[in-house]
């Protein structure tokens, strides 16, 4: 009975695809060779060693690199999932038990290749380890709240620019473990997680309705992924650019955020964003 009610909780149901689609092929993002690949065209051999040894805002790289290096990543990512969304609608209403569940955990594959991306554009640290070892669960709660920042939920909003602020305020490389698993985060990230999972339930059901009809339904899918995803990657760009972590000459260090100082810091946070996922920003 308890599994069945898991299987039923959105926060449970949330989890379970975004795990599931860090685990597809190629949806994690190697940090090195992305950043060497985005910047090879605009910034030098030195600049891009830097950038990846440290962060690019403390190889000072210039913001408008960043802003087409991010724009250019952002519609590559649009065009493929675009046309994936699309080739899952063809075969028709026979086919839907088998390309919805392939349809959303291939989208969500490309919300985490995007969010990577940006993330290590504006400077956060690695997301992931090696290939194939299980996400953890620091790293599962920053992507929720990125999910929750591209569908436009303010306290996820809220809650990024925090944990951005305490590891600038504490120049590290690491992300804030004890702030997004057991401090006052952590409600945040189940909230988000909570309402991303019925968001989820609702776009796999619009989904559903329009791979009902062949080639029409290609259509019409491929065409719903497009004015969903686009959008959702450019405010998650948005928000990260803006943030401390994020400003040129921002230099980091190997020390990571001191568990003592994080639930200090979060204290009034966390009952000011409590109650704010109803209404996602536009």
């Known amino acids: 009975m308890k599994q069945g009610k898991d299987v039923e909780n959105p926060e449970s149901r949330f989890f379970a695809v975004l795990l599931a689609a860090a685990k597809l092929p190629g949806v994690r993002i190697q940090r090195e060779a992305y ?34 290096a991010a724009n250019d990543s952002i519609r590559y990512e649009t065009a493929k999932v675009s046309a994936l969304s699309a080739a899952a609608g063809i075969p028709g209403v026979l086919a839907l038990p088998a390309t919805v569940p392939a349809d959303t955990a291939q989208y969500v594959g490309h919300m985490l290749r ?26 599962k709660a920053v992507l929720t709240l990125f999910f929750g920042v591209m569908v436009g939920t303010k306290s996820a909003n809220t ?20 702030a997004l698993t057991q401090g006052v985060v952590y409600p945040i ?3 988000v ?9 609702k776009e796999t059901f619009a ?15 491929g065409t719903l992924t497009f004015a ?18 994020a400003e040129p000459s921002h230099r980091v260090s190997d020390g990571d955020v001191i568990d003592g100082e994080v639930v200090e810091e979060y204290e009034s946070f966390s009952d000011a964003t409590a109650g704010e996922l109803e209404k996602p920003q536009s």
């Open 114 to 139: 995007i969010a990577q991306k940006l993330a290590y554009l504006y400077s956060w640290p690695d997301l992931f380890s090696e290939e194939g070892e299980d996400t953890d669960d620091a790293t």
């Open 228 to 245: 969903t995803y686009l959008p959702m990657a450019k405010r998650l760009k948005k928000h990260l650019a803006g943030l401390p972590l």
């Open 35 to 68: 950043l060497r690949s985005a910047l090879a065209r605009h910034c030098s051999e030195d600049d891009i060693r830097r950038a990846i040894e440290e962060t690019p805002a403390a190889a000072g790289i210039a913001a408008e690199i960043l802003d087409k």
């Open 159 to 178: 809650a990024v620019g925090k944990v951005a602020g305490l590891m600038s305020e504490q120049v590290a490389k690491k992300l804030p473990q004890k």
């Open 193 to 201: 997680a909570a309402y991303l999972g019925v968001q989820m339930t």
């Open 207 to 221: 989904k559903s309705v329009a791979k009902a009809i062949p080639l029409v339904g290609a259509a019409v899918s």
């Open 189 to 191: 990230v189940k909230k």
